[in-house]
T-cell receptor, first 115, second 116 residues
Framework: SQQGEEDPQALSIQEGENATMNCSYK?????LQWYRQNSGRGLVHLIL?????REKHSGRLRVTLDTSKKSSSLLITASRAADTASYFC???????????????FGKGTHLIIQP | DSGVTQTPKHLITATGQRVTLRCSPR?????VYWYQQSLDQGLQFLIQ???????AKGNILERFSAQQFPDLHSELNLSSLELGDSALYFC???????????????FGAGSRLTVL
């Protein structure tokens, strides 16, 4: 079953605009990560935010985490055509054996940047 | 190049057949994960190995099995294939268990399996 659910499923914006994607999850987490996947390629890690953090920045990326609402958002500022990809949130709830369980991914938000 | 190598890149086979997907993790990573990605199910965690031992199991069918060898490469065996097994199969690796609990995965490019 999916832990994270991204919203919207698809988003199309003009180049230069900001893109915001949301993720909701169901159970307590140790951290939440965002990954990007270009069409048919492997996922690439973008950013990790721990459960005791509320906001994190990396270049044009800004991630927020609200553990009380079990939600996170990813903001990409000044979007570029190269940002066209699917974006996934992944939750790490930790396993009974030391946090080594696989990350649970949502179904992703497909972002299209129109030139 | 992420450092995680998957072979083959593409595989076309018939129902009822058996295939083996291979993964070499990034140098220094001890954990290997297998994921299945299909349009309707999204990215599903199948199984994880850490330093040769099974660590966690997800939605892996009984027809599927995996192992991690002493040199840390891993193989995913899919048998009695059905049309619904057509998907992208990803291998990912990580350093492994960390006390901080932060497990960042590095993904391979995937193996696209088509069952006809």
């Amino acid at each position: 079953s999916q832990q994270g659910e991204e919203d919207p499923q698809a988003l199309s914006i003009q180049e230069g605009e900001n893109a915001t994607m949301n993720c909701s999850y169901k159970t307590s987490i140790n951290n939440l990560q965002w990954y990007r996947q270009n069409s048919g390629r492997g996922l690439v890690h973008l950013i990790l935010i721990r459960s005791n953090e509320r906001e994190k920045h990396s270049g044009r990326l800004r991630v927020t985490l609200d553990t009380s609402k079990k939600s996170s958002s990813l903001l990409i500022t000044a979007s570029r055509a190269a940002d066209t990809a699917s974006y996934f949130c992944a939750t790490d709830a930790g396993g009974s054996r030391g946090g080594a369980d696989g990350l649970t991914f949502g179904k992703g938000t497909h972002l299209i940047i129109q030139p | 190049d992420s450092g995680v190598t998957q072979t083959p890149k593409h595989l076309i086979t018939a129902t009822g057949q058996r295939v083996t997907l291979r993964c070499s993790p990034r140098s220094g990573d001890l954990s290997v994960y297998w994921y299945q990605q299909s349009l309707d199910q999204g990215l599903q965690f199948l199984i994880q190995y850490y330093n040769g031992e099974e660590r966690a199991k997800g939605n892996i069918l009984e027809r599927f099995s995996a192992q991690q060898f002493p040199d840390l490469h891993s193989e995913l065996n899919l048998s009695s294939l059905e049309l619904g097994d057509s998907a992208l199969y990803f291998c990912a690796s990580s350093v492994g268990v960390t006390y901080s609990g932060a497990n960042v995965l590095t993904f391979g490019a995937g193996s696209r399996l088509t069952v006809l």
